[in-house]
């Protein structure tokens, strides 16, 4: 997928420096041309003679020329067999050249003060003269102490940077350089790459422009504000369609229950809890190009909500219940010619009879069906087995439930 592709690497002065060289080496097995460009600070954790060796080429540190042993620079020639040639050239315009010769640019680690510098328009050194000077996609990769993380500067300055487009990777939580634990941690080499190809790879994806509403999660009826029908959805198999649409081109837009899960940077979220939230919700995205209804969404709600909490003496051994909205049913009846809506079921028993007749009756052109028999599959499970049912098409797949999203899309949408 990286076979070709021209990365611009940015490392910055943290202690996670020494995890780029692992990075370069990651992304070069997967067949991408690497620069790197160097803060100064970042000179101080690893040597710029570790990237130059790992690389084949000249390592950017200073803007300025510090002796005549730089009069040349690397500038992109996709002619070449390599995709990089070296050029004699102004050497003070490398960092709009290199900026020019990026697929991606990636800054990883970068500190709080870079972030800083990015988000303010600094370009006192070479990165953030390339930052400024680049037009390929940035992804960022913030790396720092947790207290520093969660300095309210540098959240401010990672929701400004959010807002004008930037891709960011969220760091992970750990054992820290200063000893405590926290979040702030550098992703592993293997998961930046995973992320630098969703990245590119959205570009030439079958869902590419289209927008994808995906509903995921339990919802929660109240019978007052302690007590509420709801079932065990980690909604693990919603988040799952939700990544693989949004890696595969799409607008995502993620309506989700009560969950605990991290969503990532790109996906549009919107938390409710009822199923008339959830309805709501959907019916304002409405009309979408692609509606995934992974949700387990209630299907009755007590038909009468208490604003206190009943105590076990005044509690009637009854609730009278009414039906929730039927949100499939409604994206069948309004959904414009060019819309494809995918449902789930999941039941105990005549899984496939069963799919086939709510695909008909609730006009949906695809239903994942699943059992939830097993501990291994269904609520809660990192790993499901389904069928997938269509106009004159069953076929069954299983895996981890990241995996099988994938596997999912791809069948409708690339077979």
Known sequence: MLSGKHILLGVTGGIAAYKAAYLVRALQKKGALVRVIMTPAATRFIGEETFSALTGHEVGVHTFVQDDTHKTSIIGDRSSDDGITELVHNPWTRHIQWGEWADLFVVAPCTANTIAKITHGNSDNLLTAAVLASRAPLLICPTMDGEMMNAPATAHNLELLKSRGFHLLEPEEGYLASGLTGKGRLPEPDDIVAHIETLLDAKKGPLYGKKVVVTAGPTREHIDPVRFISN?????????????????????HLVHGPISLSIPEGIHCYSVVSAQDMFEQVKALHPADLFIKAAAVSDFRPITQHDHKVKKTQGESHISLASTPDILQWIGNHKPPHTISIGFAMETTDLLEQARAKRTKKNADWIVANYIGTQ?????????????????????FEGPKDDLAMSLLRSIFLS
């Open 376 to 396: 291994q599959q269904g609520f809660a499970s990192d790993y499901n087995k389904v069928t997938l049912v269509g106009d004159g098409v069953e076929e069954s």
């Open 232 to 252: 065990p959805s980690s909604g693990k198999m919603g988040l799952a369609m939700a990544k693989a649409a949004h890696r595969l081109g799409g607008h995502v």
